[in-house]
């Protein structure tokens, strides 16, 4: 019995071994698509109704035009690359929420919410796409799915329990807490050291796709730095990478970034 449980864990991690697009990395997921959008859809539908969507008509178009013209980068990307049904899949939304927390996210299938209070910290259209990009690239390399497919997220109540709509089950919103960061009132969501990374570098690809300044996002985490010096450290500082690993990483990878995004773009 022991061996078949084995055998089937083997088969199971060789058939959900894929690789993430452009960075190459290889990753475990067993959460596919159908289990996962249907269960991401209704998490946000639930979640705008109970916050409070801004009435700042200014800042809600912009953050929508930057998040039209990233997932158009994204979009293209995904239609030339193989990724056609995937891309069929995506049903984006952007939206603004009136909360101070200095927070965004992307759900799968391009559900994204930016807070009012990252604003100061974007302080720009560039800035603003460079999160949006980050956040953006976290749900197009599922790293949600992947954390989930992981020991940790089956400690928290399992695959099951996440994908699971139409029940009011507390774990389920525990879950969806843990994993995408919806409904956290500390700030930005720290996924892994790995995560982070891989979010930058693909953020800073469909960044530049859209026609956005590069620069910018090393901007944006320098203010992040300098409103933690000011504050407590929020949640999203004491873990890795940090402001300055980061910051020195998309440094470096700038020049990589805008050869790729010039090569997608001309596909
Ligand atoms: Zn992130």
Redesign the pocket.
Known sequence: MKKLISLVIVILFVVSCSTVPITGRKRINIVSDAQILPASFEQYAGFLKEHKISTNAKMTSEIQNVGINISRAVDKFMRANGMVSEANNYRWEFNLIDDKTVNAWCMPGGKVVFYSGILPICDNTDGIAAVMG??VA?AFAKHGQERMTSAYGQQLGGIAVAVGTGNKDPRTQQLWNTIYGIGSTVG????SRT??TE?DKLGMVFMIMAGYKPEESINVWIRMSERAEGNSPPEFLSTHPSNQTRINNLKRYMPTAIAMAKKYNAQ
């Open positions: 980050h956040e976290h930005m969501l720290a996924y995560h982070e979010a």
